[in-house]
T-cell receptor, first 119, second 114 residues
């Protein structure tokens, strides 16, 4: 079974600065998908970014980018020019390639990192 | 917005009572999921569906059942609620027709079992 580890329960950053959230995962698969989701106080889960393991290029969405290191099984999220609205819980998630049944077809989440933005 | 609604949004119930949570989607997505979120655990998969009347168990399925009699609705039932089932429940869909498509989530249901 795959596991996802977020080693930073909480991070704090000054507004306009850059912060990096860490995520590592354990898998024996070669093809898979990785995600970062944001959960603000409203509780809504919001997709931040998606990475396909077969793509070497790191995904980017505006101020959000990832550093995907497949050999190291690492998938960190970098937030540039942090804004007050970025304050939230951030979850890293893993998804296997293809349908395998037996309960393996959802996302496997880490426990989250609480990001605080200091004004 | 993936057109997902959940009802009720909040519910308080007593131990031993049956509870049904509803997930409704408007965009004909094939794959639907139920997760629970507890402090210190992130989200964990309860059950999922890959079509009408086609469902399978997830990581934490004990004490839960699901049904999907039509594409747009995925029901999660707690036959006899226990305090350990106090949680926030999220429904999700896979956008597009592939199980590996990105999952989008509903707004969540906060369930409290006294």
């Amino acid at each position: 079974a795959q596991t996802v580890t977020q080693s930073q329960p909480e991070m704090s950053v000054q507004e306009a600065e850059t912060v990096t959230l860490s995520c590592t995962y354990d898998t024996s698969e070669s093809d898979y998908y990785l995600f970062w989701y944001k959960q603000p106080p409203s509780r809504q889960m919001i997709l931040v970014i998606r990475q396909e393991a077969y793509k070497q290029q790191n995904a980017t969405e505006n101020r959000f980018s990832v550093n995907f290191q497949k050999a190291a099984k690492s998938f960190s999220l970098k937030i540039s020019d942090s804004q007050l609205g970025d304050a939230a819980m951030y979850f890293c998630a893993y998804r296997s390639q293809g349908y395998s049944g037996g309960g393996a077809d959802g996302l496997t989440f880490g426990k989250g990192t609480h990001l605080i933005i200091q004004p | 917005d993936a057109g997902i609604t959940q009802s009720p949004r909040h519910k308080v119930t007593e131990t031993g009572t049956p509870v049904t949570l509803r997930c409704h989607q408007t965009e004909n997505h094939r794959y639907m999921y139920w997760y629970r979120q507890d402090p210190g655990h992130g989200l964990r998969l309860i059950h999922y569906s890959y079509g009408v009347k086609d469902t399978d168990k997830g990581e934490v399925s004990d004490g839960y059942s699901v049904s999907r009699s039509k594409t747009e609705d995925f029901l999660l039932t707690l036959e006899s609620a226990t305090s350990s089932q106090t949680s926030v429940y999220f429904c999700a869909i896979s956008e597009g027709g592939q199980v590996t498509d990105t999952q989008y989530f509903g707004p969540g249901t906060r369930l409290t079992v006294l």
